[in-house]
């Protein structure tokens, strides 16, 4: 499959990117990650591996993107919930980031 990271274009195999990131130890995974076999990968750490590009080039998107229309399965972080506030007082303590207050 032909794709585009950070300009330029790649032509990308599943078999091939199975075979780039084989022996390559995961590195812990704080953000968007791709599960390449049981492993989870840093999105940016596959797309170092598989285009060699320095991985201030290119997003964590186009990676996502590329290795989704692969098949592997991609995860992002998942949005935080609102914090719930109850009276008035709360919201505009948690607006303001000071610590709750017991009503």
Not at 72 to 101: I, K, N, W, Y
């Amino acid at each position: 499959m032909r794709c585009v990271i950070a300009r330029f274009p790649f032509d990308l195999t599943r078999s091939g990117v199975l075979e780039s990131m084989k022996g390559v130890k995961p590195e812990p995974v704080s953000g968007e990650s791709v599960i390449i076999g049981r492993r989870h990968y840093p999105a940016k750490q596959v797309g170092q591996v598989i285009t060699r590009q320095d991985r201030r080039d290119f997003s964590a998107g186009e990676v996502l993107r590329a290795m989704a229309q692969l098949g592997f399965t991609c995860r992002t972080l998942p949005e935080a919930a609102p914090a719930r506030c109850d009276s008035p007082l709360q919201r505009a303590s948690a607006m303001l980031g000071a610590p709750h207050v017991s009503v």
